[in-house]
């Protein structure tokens, strides 16, 4: 997987390639990268964790924080029919991967967008991962280790240490679930002074049972195991992505 910092880089480049491509056809740049990022590929995997945003924000994001990261930009505006088709493809370009023109010039197999993909070695990587391995790993190891029984039994002892402080709860994830007030809030622009109460005292049970370090090390030996299964798929995408990087290097923004 890309650092968050990657991801920002290559974001830039493929809406770098992408700008420029529509612009030599006559098309005002319709994009603009996406400069949303994940402070950490960790942040909040295993609920909130961070004792000063949970007494500030509660549940909320801190400003300026997005837990969002994509490869792709965002479009600016609507784009129209012959923008459409010069940004993305013609239909017949999966078909017959044919020479469709747009006054004059050749429209790259999959527009711009498909020039842009291959300038930066997105479409390698895909190439390379054809089925998502990279991302059913990530997922499924936070699955099995979540009902795995030693995060089971330090989840219950997280559970009685809420309880001594007034909030019932069985697990830090889905918490508002069952707690229709909790559930409000967190739809609220700002947190509630009990949300607030319930992110300080999650957080300090976490760090009083060491619930953290003890999901983290569970999922952790889930994930060599996968990633052992997997060994060839994976060696074939970090070459995929470190070879996309340099592309993007070379590229800029």
Known sequence: MMRPEQLR???AAFSKVLGECMRSFGFTDPVEPSVAYQPSLMARRYGLTDPVNAARF?????????RTTTLRPALTRQLSAREQAVSFGYPDDKVKDAANEYRG???????CHGEAQRRVGFDLIDQADPDNVVNQIASASLHQSESDSRVVKVLQ??????????????SPVGMADHDEDLAE????????????????ADVACKRRHNVVGVWFAVETAYQRTMIKQNESVLD??????EGSLRACAEIGA
């Not at 509660?58 to 997005?66: I, N, Q």
């Not at 997280?158 to 309880?163: E, L, P």
């Not at 074939?236 to 992505?241: D, E, T």
């Open 185 to 200: 809030s967190f739809h609220a622009q700002m947190a509630s002074a009990r949300e607030i109460r319930v992110a300080r």
């Open 105 to 111: 010039r050749t429209v790259p197999a999959g527009g």
């Open 9 to 11: 880089m290559s974001s």
């Open 58 to 66: 509660g549940y909320h994001t801190a400003p300026g924080e997005d």
């Open 236 to 241: 074939g995408v970090r070459s995929a992505v």
């Open 157 to 170: 002892r997280w559970s009685s240490c809420m309880a001594s402080q007034g909030f019932r709860y069985d």
